[in-house]
């Protein structure tokens, strides 16, 4: 079998022509996606994207390559093209990939890849909400820095450019809902479940709130010897979660829709056991 180099070359450049146009895409896609005021995630988006868009278009070419040096008649010039290629495909795809990632951890705000749990449960009227069920082989809902893994858990695993991106208003456009002080959109498997206020709750005015149980004491080199207190969150969507990756010393929150009040009664099941244990009490 014969083959002609020069058209492998050509080939091989509209290839590389084609992932450039889908990493514009990915980036136009982002802007068009992400508010302004979150630059940082766009950028964290776009490299993300047009990593995988590269690693996915370099196995390609590299399959090429290797199915052509065993189909074709190979001389010492033609073994020589083909480890070129495939060494140049393999160096540029890392230095790509490891360039991004070093770059991306320069300009965090964290530094760096953080992992941190916070536990969370939402309630609508006295019924408990759960989320959509996660599928495919992820199994999360959200993206792969903020996600839930169908455990009422919020999961921040990755590199935060900045703080804020880890909100509750953040999470919950992740997951395809909404947040704000006045109103709540949560995705289940019975659909979309909109929660505002004055809408009627108990046949009485409702209203949206959050309640914080947060641990006074927190350390990531402990796991017993915690006292928490609750609080009553004001502008909660914009509310941070804490930087811990076990709950506790992680946050409950409890997002309720009910006639106002001051407290809850609810608490989140890792709370719970926390507080059997005789590893968590409340001040």
Not at 195 to 205: P, R, T
């Amino acid at each position: 079998m014969e083959i002609n180099m020069k058209k492998i070359l050509i080939f091989l450049f509209f290839i590389l022509i084609l992932f450039s146009f889908i990493s514009i895409s990915s980036a136009h896609e982002a802007n068009e996606e992400n508010e302004k005021k979150y630059m940082g995630e766009r950028i964290d988006d776009f490299f993300r994207k047009s990593s995988g868009n590269l690693a996915i278009i370099s196995s390609i070419i590299i399959t090429l390559l290797v199915y052509i040096s065993i189909k074709i008649k190979k001389t010492e010039k033609i073994k020589y093209t083909l480890f070129i290629l495939i060494s140049l495909v393999i160096i540029l795809t890392t230095i790509y990939l490891s360039g991004t990632t070093i770059y991306l951890n320069i300009i965090s705000e964290t530094g760096g890849p953080v992992h941190w749990h916070s536990d969370f449960e939402i309630w609508n009227c006295g019924e408990e909400v759960n989320l959509i069920s996660p599928t495919g082989l992820t199994n999360k809902v959200g993206n792969p820095v903020l996600h839930e893994h169908n455990d009422n858990r919020v999961h921040v695993e990755g590199v935060l450019l900045e703080k804020k991106h880890a909100d509750l208003h953040s999470f919950f456009e992740v997951i395809g809902g909404s947040l704000t002080s006045e109103r709540l959109t949560v995705p289940t498997d019975n659909g979309i479940i909109d929660m505002e206020n004055k809408d009627k709750c108990k046949e009485k005015e409702g209203k949206l709130q959050a309640f914080l149980l947060k641990v006074k004491n927190p350390s990531a080199l402990k796991k017993d010897g915690f006292i928490f207190e609750q609080t009553k969150l004001e502008n909660f969507e914009n509310y941070i979660l804490s930087p811990y990756a076990y709950v506790p010393p992680g946050d409950c929150i409890i997002i309720e829709f009910d006639i106002e009040k001051d407290k809850t009664d609810k608490i989140c099941e890792s709370y719970t056991v926390a507080i059997e244990r005789g590893d968590l009490k409340e001040e």
